[in-house]
């Protein structure tokens, strides 16, 4: 089992910056990836962004290149989405996830924090 833990959401306005960050424990021996996705109401869960366990190989949607940056700190085995220059179309649910792949598809992720509610007003 793996256990993630979020941390980082909130109310900001439109052009504001957060930084979401996603703590694992357990056994994350077979862990590879890990990732961040979002849903908004009425959506599906769609991926962010994804970095491999230990740094590097970083994947992001087309909404967030540029504004977003995930990264990974290897002593504290903890993820982080540093997200700038926010839209109100960021509004939406932020998930961590953890793959024994580099997966991009949410079903093929195995464990998920609790998720962290993100609201960017216009």
């Known amino acids: 089992q793996v256990q993630l833990v979020e941390s980082g959401g909130g109310l900001v306005q439109a052009g504001d910056s957060l930084r979401l960050s996603c703590a694992a424990s357990g056994r994350t021996i077979s862990t590879r990836a890990m990732g961040w996705f979002r849903q908004a109401p009425g959506k599906d869960r769609e991926i962010v962004a994804r970095?491999?366990?230990?740094?590097?190989?970083?994947v992001y949607a087309d909404s967030v290149k540029g504004r977003f940056t995930i990264s990974f700190d290897n002593f504290k085995n903890t993820v982080y989405l540093q997200m700038n220059s926010l839209k109100p179309e960021d509004t939406a649910v932020y998930y961590c996830?953890?793959?024994?792949?580099?997966?991009?598809?949410?079903?093929?992720?195995?464990?998920w924090g609790q998720g962290t509610q993100v609201t960017v007003s216009s």
């Open positions: 996830a953890t793959a024994a792949g580099l997966y991009i598809n949410y079903n093929d992720y195995d464990y």
């Open positions: 970095i491999r366990w230990g740094g590097g190989n970083t």
